[in-house]
């Protein structure tokens, strides 16, 4: 019992963490190409993702768009 409560703590602690990091990632007003918010934002589920794409491309929207906000069709349009 004592070590399902460590792991759900742990895993609640790491879950917390990336979500912090991520949102940081996406309101952030620095740059789009900040490696580990790209990963992060590129393995969120697509309703996520897309949220997450659409606030970096009204912050920075004459940029190119990082890896998982880029269309399929071109690499350099936003989704």
């Given amino acids: 019992m ?7 703590t742990v ?3 790491v879950v917390l963490v ?7 990632y996406v309101t952030n007003v620095e740059s789009p190409y900040n490696e580990v ?10 309703p996520i993702n897309k949220w ?4 970096l491309h ?3 929207s004459t940029m ?3 890896y998982g906000c ?3 069709a071109d690499a350099t349009q936003w989704l």
């Fill in 2 to 8: 004592k070590f399902l409560r460590i792991l759900l």
């Fill in 11 to 13: 895993v609640l602690a």
């Fill in 18 to 24: 990336a979500g912090f990091r991520w949102y940081r």
């Fill in 37 to 46: 918010g790209i990963e992060l934002n590129s393995r969120m589920p697509a």
């Fill in 52 to 55: 997450g794409c659409d606030k």
């Fill in 58 to 60: 009204t912050t920075f």
């Fill in 64 to 66: 190119l768009p990082p």
């Fill in 70 to 72: 880029q269309s399929t």
